[in-house]
């Protein structure tokens, strides 16, 4: 990837993370998890971009690993945060009630 094209493609996955953070409710959870995670997303995002660019998701294996990889690090997450609720309260709490879950769909597929 060409390095003068990076801080473009960077300052477009700020802006695109910006935008998906305020669709939630201000002083909200998700708003909140956003913040956390600003950088780290933006940069995560850009490694996409620059994955797809290159090539390595065009090939059926590469991309399976990458989903594997995916659905095993969302299964352990969401495995922990059962575990979790059934002895706290608070804001995992609210996390759980927006009803996310993807494990099952990663099954499915």
Request: net charge neutral; proline share 2%.
């Amino acid at each position: 990837m060409d390095a003068s094209k990076t801080p473009s493609t960077m300052t477009s996955e700020v802006e695109q993370t910006e935008r998906v953070r305020n669709r939630g409710k201000p002083d909200g959870l998700f708003r909140a998890c956003m913040d956390v995670i600003r950088t780290s997303h933006s940069v995560g995002q850009s490694l996409r971009t620059a994955a797809l660019a290159a090539g390595l998701l065009s090939d059926a294996r590469c991309y399976a690993e990458l989903l594997g990889q995916f659905y095993v690090a969302t299964a352990a997450m969401e495995r922990r945060m059962n575990e979790l609720l059934e002895s706290r309260e608070g804001e995992l709490r609210r996390v759980k009630e927006l009803g996310y879950s993807f494990s099952g769909g990663y099954e499915r597929d």
